[in-house]
C-alpha cells in the first residue's frame, strides 16, 4: 500500500500534515519545542490512521481468501455463486441441487493444466451435486460440478445438467443393438431405444444468445470484453470452424444438432492466448451446460 492510497481511502488527508511533521521532527534543534511536540501528534495520528487502515485491509483480504477454507465452505460458497448467476441471468431461476453436495474434491495447483482448458490450476475445491447419466437410477433433476477459486470464491468452471420432465417429448430417439448373451452368439441381438431432449431451458434462459452470454460471464469474472473465436482444437481432434455469429441462440450451439461441437470465446483481461470454452451437450435423458476457465478469476 503506496501515501496514495492511504490519502484516497480517508477522503484524502491534507498531506501537508505529513511534510510538516517531518519537517519538524524531533533532534531539529532550529524547531522550538511547543511547535515540535504538535507536529509530532499530527504526524503520530496520521501514521496510526494508516497503519488502521492496512490492518483493516489485510484482515478484508484475509478474510477473502480464507472464506473456501473447507469442504463445507467450499458447498456454502458454490450455491451461493450459483444464485449470483440466476440473478445475473446467466442460469435459469429454476436450478437448484437438492440436498446436501455428493462429493467434494480438494485440488491442489499443479503443472500442465487439465484435458482442455490447458492452464495452470490453482487450488480449487469441485463441489458436485450428483452429475447425472443414463446409468444411474437415483438421478436428480439437476446434477453438477462446480470448482470455486479458493481466493476468489468465483465458479471458475462449471458443469450443469438438467433431466428432462417426465412429459417431455424427445426430440429423436437411437437404437443401439447388443448380444443378449456376448458367450452365446446365437442367442440373438437385442435393441435398447435412447431418447434425447433440447430442454436446456431448464438451465439457462431460452432467448438468451451467445453475445449475451458472454457479456454476463466477462461481468462477473471481472473482464472487459471477449472475442467469440474460431474453434479449432486438435486435443478433440475436430477440425476448424469459423467463428459463430453472436446473435445465435445459446442453445442453438448444441452440439449434437451442428457439426460445431462448442465455442472457444477469450476474455480480455484473461491469460493472454487461454480460451474458455462453452459446450452443450444431449445425453439420453438430459442436457448439459459445460463452460469455464480452469483457472483464478475475478
Given at each position: 500500500?503506496?501515501r496514495?492510497d492511504v490519502?484516497?481511502?480517508?477522503?484524502?488527508?491534507?498531506?501537508?500534515?505529513v511534510?510538516?511533521?517531518?519537517r519538524?521532527?524531533?533532534?531539529?534543534?532550529?524547531?522550538?519545542?511547543?511547535?515540535?511536540?504538535h507536529m509530532?501528534?499530527k504526524?503520530?495520528?496520521?501514521f496510526?490512521i494508516a497503519?488502521v487502515l492496512?490492518?483493516?485491509?489485510s484482515?478484508?483480504a484475509?478474510?477473502a481468501h480464507?472464506?473456501?477454507a473447507?469442504?463445507?465452505?467450499?458447498e456454502?460458497v458454490?450455491l451461493e455463486q450459483?444464485e449470483?448467476?440466476?440473478k445475473m441471468?446467466?442460469?435459469?431461476?429454476?436450478?437448484?441441487?437438492?440436498?446436501?453436495?455428493?462429493?467434494i474434491?480438494?485440488?491442489?495447483e499443479?503443472?500442465g493444466g487439465?484435458?482442455?482448458?490447458?492452464r495452470l490450476f490453482?487450488h480449487?475445491?469441485?463441489?458436485r451435486?450428483y452429475?447425472?447419466n443414463?446409468f444411474r437410477d437415483?438421478r436428480?433433476?439437476?446434477?453438477?460440478?462446480?470448482?470455486v477459486?479458493t481466493?476468489t470464491?468465483?465458479?471458475m468452471?462449471?458443469?450443469?445438467d438438467?433431466e428432462a420432465d417426465?412429459d417431455?417429448?424427445?426430440v429423436?430417439e437411437?437404437?443401439?443393438?447388443y448380444?443378449v448373451?456376448p458367450?452365446?452368439p446365437?442367442a440373438g441381438?437385442?435393441?435398447?431405444?435412447?431418447?434425447f431432449?433440447?430442454?436446456?431451458d431448464?438451465?439457462?434462459p431460452?432467448?438468451i444468445?451467445?453475445?449475451?452470454?458472454?457479456?454476463l460471464?466477462?461481468?462477473?469474472?471481472?473482464f472487459?470484453?471477449y472475442?467469440i473465436?474460431?474453434?479449432?482444437?486438435e486435443?478433440?481432434y475436430?477440425?476448424h470452424f469459423?467463428a459463430?455469429d453472436g446473435?445465435?441462440?445459446l442453445k442453438?450451439?448444441?452440439?449434437d444438432t451442428?457439426e460445431n461441437y462448442?465455442?472457444t470465446?477469450?476474455?480480455?483481461g484473461?491469460?493472454?492466448g487461454?480460451?474458455?470454452y462453452i459446450?452443450?451437450?444431449q445425453?439420453?435423458?438430459?442436457v448439459?451446460l459445460?463452460?469455464?476457465?480452469?483457472?483464478?478469476?475475478?
Open positions: 500500500m503506496n496514495e490519502f484516497e481511502a480517508f477522503g484524502g488527508i491534507d498531506e501537508a500534515y511534510a510538516e511533521s517531518a519538524y521532527a524531533p533532534g531539529d534543534t532550529d524547531s522550538a519545542p511547543g511547535r515540535i511536540v509530532n501528534k504526524r503520530w495520528i496520521t496510526l497503519a492496512m490492518l483493516t485491509l484482515i478484508t484475509y478474510a480464507a472464506a473456501v473447507s469442504p463445507k465452505a467450499a456454502k458454490a450459483i449470483i448467476w440466476k441471468g446467466i442460469l435459469s431461476e429454476k436450478v437448484h441441487f437438492d440436498g446436501e453436495a455428493s462429493d474434491y480438494e485440488i491442489e499443479r503443472d487439465e484435458a482442455w482448458y490447458g490453482p480449487v475445491y469441485d463441489v451435486f452429475v447425472n443414463q437415483d436428480q433433476k439437476y446434477g453438477c460440478s462446480l470448482r477459486d481466493m470464491g468465483k465458479i468452471s462449471a458443469n450443469i438438467a417426465e417431455a417429448v424427445p429423436r437411437e437404437k443401439t443393438e448380444p448373451d458367450e452365446n446365437d441381438m437385442e435393441t435398447t431405444t435412447w431418447y431432449y433440447d430442454n436446456y431448464d438451465i439457462f431460452a432467448d444468445t451467445v453475445d449475451r452470454f458472454c457479456e460471464l466477462a461481468e462477473y469474472w471481472g472487459s470484453g472475442t473465436a474460431d474453434t479449432d482444437d486435443y478433440f475436430h477440425q469459423d459463430i446473435s445465435t441462440l442453438d450451439i448444441n452440439g451442428r462448442y465455442l470465446v477469450f476474455f480480455e484473461d491469460q493472454e487461454a480460451p474458455m459446450q452443450l451437450h445425453f439420453p435423458g438430459y448439459t459445460t463452460l469455464g476457465t480452469g483457472h483464478s478469476v475475478g
